[in-house]
């Protein structure tokens, strides 16, 4: 008899098949673990990414209510120009119609004020669309890791 075996009462050798088993069972179990925890990181990243896409979409919409009312205001109107975070300057608007657009590298750009606010529109259009499919992944991977909750929960019982 091999050291792998063991003797009944009846001295039959008994297998290793219900060790394998709980071997077996114990891979299974971290396996799943692993990819557990794998799918719980990813749903919080993307989940952070939802967040801050978010923020720049309030932001956007933010945007185009401050460019309706400079439509809406006269030449001289008195404006709050943001310097900072929470910090203002009062300031006189000289030509309600053009606004200055950073396009990128530090280029800025005349537009006018329909023109600018046609382009954040479209950046709205956009992150909305990055929004539903970010929802999506998040709803498939929830969906996933409550699979993997219920295989889990199984293995352990």
């Known amino acids: 008899m091999n050291h792998h075996q063991k003797e009944n009462v009846n001295n039959a050798p008994v297998s290793n098949t219900k060790q394998n088993d709980v071997e ?57 120009i943001p310097v900072s975070n929470g910090i203002f300057a009062k300031a006189s608007l000289m030509q309600e119609q053009k606004v200055a657009v950073n396009v990128g590298a530090n280029i800025v750009v005349e537009k006018t004020v329909d023109e600018a606010k046609q382009m954040i529109e479209q950046q709205i259009h956009h992150l909305s669309h990055y929004q539903k499919q970010f929802e999506q992944q998040l709803d498939a991977m929830a969906h996933h890791v409550k699979k993997l909750e219920q295989e889990l929960t199984k293995l352990i019982a």
């Open 24 to 80: 077996a069972q114990k891979q299974l179990l971290q396996e799943k673990y692993m990819e557990y925890q794998m799918f719980e990181q990813q749903k919080k990243a993307i989940e952070e990414q939802l967040q801050t896409l978010v923020q720049q979409l309030q932001e956007a919409m933010n945007t185009v209510m401050v460019l309706d009312s400079f439509s809406a205001a006269a030449d001289g109107s008195e404006v709050l």
